[in-house]
């Protein structure tokens, strides 16, 4: 058996303040690359909300939205306690970015296709008293041609 030992000598001093990544590009290269991908799926999904009679094939997106929105606006909510410089800009930009996306995508999941005429229709009812009481309720409205 061959046992080696090597000797290291080095001398320590203070540190010069100098590193590669520091914790405002750890979060703002997120920041950008969530950016990227939330603004580009909200423009697909208002395109997509404004024209109601193509086909919406993939529906899918809007969740994958949902997800990577969830993601940018939980980045912003833990990065509201940031100290250094000019943090609360990326903060709030990635709240709203992210929340944006988030809501649009919900609107789009939640939209069906085109709506046909229908003879019965449920609606919601909300009315103050003049007591200041309020009164909620459900109509049922029924046409007969």
């Given at each position: ?67 990577s ?7 912003g ?69």
């Amino acid at each position: 058996m061959l046992l080696s030992s090597l000797n290291s000598f080095g001398q320590i001093g203070p540190s010069s303040g100098l590193s590669i990544v520091d914790d405002q590009s750890l979060y703002l290269i997120p920041t950008t690359i969530l950016s990227a991908i939330n603004l580009t799926t909200t423009a697909i999904t208002i395109h997509r909300l404004n024209n109601p009679d193509k086909q919406d094939k993939y529906r899918t997106n809007a969740i994958f939205a949902i997800i990577s929105g969830s993601l940018q606006t939980a980045i912003g909510i833990g990065n509201i306690s940031a100290n250094y410089k000019n943090a609360f800009i990326p903060t709030t930009l990635n709240i709203g970015i992210g929340a944006s996306t988030i809501v649009t995508s919900i609107l789009r999941l939640a939209r069906k296709k085109k709506t046909k005429d229908t003879l019965e229709s449920f609606n919601f009812l909300y009315s103050l008293t003049v007591d200041n009481y309020s009164i909620v309720g459900i109509r049922l409205v029924k046409k007969f041609n």
